[in-house]
């Protein structure tokens, strides 16, 4: 029986995807650095916890696989990039990875990476389908195309097979206890108007991102590993495709908070970007998924409504009789 090992699983998108891989009759072995309970389904699950720096912890974690699923993320996420540990765990841990996995012999293991469609920096045009020229303009960035470098040259050399999944911004419920919850911008502004609190667009509003549900995502990566020898040793854009307005997610945030809480619908209002604000905050941005669709077979399921819809519900169930937070 095949042994799937996704390393980083109590994160908010590694949870979806060991939740995802939970369905099939696999050996699944979900790494991470703090307990938390996996959904029950069909596969044979384990859970390790470890400090995957340290290199022989590491190389536990991951003997015997026959594919890794690579979602780490320091702490402090994309913004924190600069700050101490940050390239250890973007960077170090997949240099550590392929060598582990390299050492082994045999058939090279599958490892399926987690990128980000920011690696190309400021999108040079609209849409994005992978074939631009990678610019990065923020230390995640330049972190994010270091380590997917690594793996390119390794999947070359033979060491492993493997695939990058660059991801656009991603929303959604958490649906695993104990499991890392969003951060994101959707969910940051459902916070916000659970509170009674403005919600604030830098610019006019009409800047757009390509949202997708982090359940679609966990598919994405589940279709990734049914159909390797097509992808390997490339890059593949993951996205909704649509480029929704932010104004007009955030106006939709608004309308479903008030639904659910009974309550008047928060401010919407725009503001000018401060100085300090990335010049990739205020590009437009939509993705083209053509290539990974055709292969696959993968495309998005769950509509924008949908999926706001799914997030706010999440934050406004009462846990011990307060909302989620």
């Not at 100085?275 to 292969?295: Q, Y």
Request: net charge neutral; charged share 25%.
């Amino acid at each position: 029986m095949k042994l799937i090992t996704v390393l980083g699983a109590s994160g908010f998108i590694g949870s979806a995807v060991t939740r995802e891989l939970a369905r099939r009759p696999i050996r699944l072995r979900a790494v991470a650095r703090k307990h938390f309970t996996p959904a029950p389904g069909r596969a044979e699950t384990t859970v390790v916890t470890a400090d995957l720096t340290d290199r022989a912890a590491l190389a536990d974690a991951v003997a015997g696989s026959d594919a890794v699923v690579y979602l780490l993320l320091g702490d402090g996420g994309w913004r924190a990039a600069e700050t101490e540990g940050a390239e250890r765990v973007n960077v170090g841990v997949l240099r550590d990875l392929v060598d582990v996995l390299g050492s082994t012999g045999g058939t090279p293991p599958l490892v399926v990476f987690g990128g980000t469609t920011s690696q190309v920096g400021v999108p040079p045009r609209e849409p994005l389908d992978g074939s631009e020229p990678d610019q990065p303009a923020t230390p995640y960035d330049v972190q994010k195309l270091e380590a997917e470098q690594l793996l390119k040259k390794a999947t070359a050399d033979g060491r492993v097979r493997g695939i990058s999944l660059r991801l656009p911004t991603i929303f959604g419920e958490t649906a695993t206890e104990g499991a890392n919850q969003d951060r994101g911008v959707v969910s940051a502004m459902a916070r916000r108007a659970l509170e009674g609190l403005p919600l604030t667009i830098w610019g006019d509003g009409t800047v757009r991102r390509d949202l997708i549900h982090v359940e679609d995502v966990a598919k994405a990566f589940t279709a990734a590993l049914d159909h390797p020898d097509a992808l390997v040793g490339g890059h593949w854009l993951i996205g909704a495709g649509r480029g929704d307005r932010l104004g007009e997610v955030f106006r939709l945030v608004a309308k479903e908070m008030s639904e659910h809480t009974g309550t008047s619908p928060v401010e919407v209002t725009c503001v000018e970007p401060p100085s300090h604000a990335p010049a990739t905050d205020l590009r437009s941005i939509t993705i083209d998924s053509t290539s990974f669709r055709t292969i696959t077979g993968w495309r998005p399921e769950i509509s924008l409504s949908e999926g706001v819809r799914r997030t706010v519900a999440a934050l406004t169930t009462p846990v011990h009789g307060k909302a989620r937070s």
